[in-house]
């Protein structure tokens, strides 16, 4: 089954078969830190840069855009049709999750650059980073399986079965201070929960029809898992793995991106061209922000409080302050940009 396709048409029937000033004044300087067992990061590696990654799904590249200036400074090749981006700030290291080449580029942020590239499962797709402990986890579409990487060494250390059969896991997400993995599959309308110390999934959570990607915010110990088909947002509290909460969103809700400093939630939703806010102290959507066509990935930088959105049929992105909830430029990217990853 073609991931492109799958999720890409309009049609209901076919989802369901089968900080040092610069003179930018943006960059933030962030604490010394051991990660794990490896060595302390350098004081000149902690700088973040306020960069935003694109996946363009179509052109094999990932387009990095300066969120101080609003322009892509950058193009860089990874795999086959990138499907998914995740961040490690503290390393400064992106993972890209590429499709239809079953592997995960790494992209040096200081020099945007490939520096190397992981074999993953069949159909790696969406990526999550445990920052706490450096390990990457990536969803395989095709084998239903997650991919267990050790940031340090660009390895595969282990691979789970997150629910067993055709689950086809097109989401995961990483409470770095809880350790636990949220796996959505989307072929079951369950989530799956693992437990990073041991690899081993711990329960199943029932969710809505068709779950697609996964956001979750460590303060609050909450995961939000947009639902494709039933077109609402499922709220599971992580310490009692139960949905406390369903939100109506727009029409094929994509990505989720959660904003940790204000506790706001955004859902690109495809056929709707537009964005749902939702506040995570109610769980109700306050603002629906017009954007593009056909959006599908979300990222947030805590630190500006701006929102990033890819509009697939325009081959745009649209940036959206998070005050005003409004769109304030539309950046011009790869062919299909489908995911998003932000380094604040």
Known sequence: MN?????????????????????????CRLPRVHIGPIRAIESKELLSVNHIYVANFNENTVSVIDGATNTVVATIPVGVNPAGVGVNPLTNRIYVGNLNSDDVSVIDGFTNTLITTVPAGDGASAVAVNTATNTIYVANF????????????????????????LSLPTGVGVNPLTNRIYVANFNFDIVSV?????????????????????????????????NFTSNTVSVIDGTTNTVIATVPVGTTPGEVAVNIATNNIYVPNRDSDNVSAIS??????????????NPNGVGVNPLTNLIYVTNQNDNTVSVINGVTNTVITTISVGARPFSVGVNP
């Open 3 to 27: 991931f492109y396709n799958y999720y890409n048409r309009r049609c209901r029937k076919c989802c369901k078969c089968n900080i040092d000033v610069c003179s930018c004044s943006k960059v």
């Open 142 to 165: 095709n084998d239903s399986t997650v991919s267990v990487i050790d940031g340090a060494a660009n390895t595969v250390v282990a691979t789970i079965i997150p629910v067993g059969g």
């Open 194 to 226: 693992i437990d990073g110390f041991t690899n081993a999934v711990i329960t199943q959570i029932p969710v809505g029809v068709n779950p697609f990607r996964i956001g979750v915010n460590p303060n609050t110990n909450r995961i939000y898992i947009s």
């Open 280 to 293: 995570g102290l109610t769980n109700t959507v306050f603002a629906t922000i017009p954007v593009g066509d």
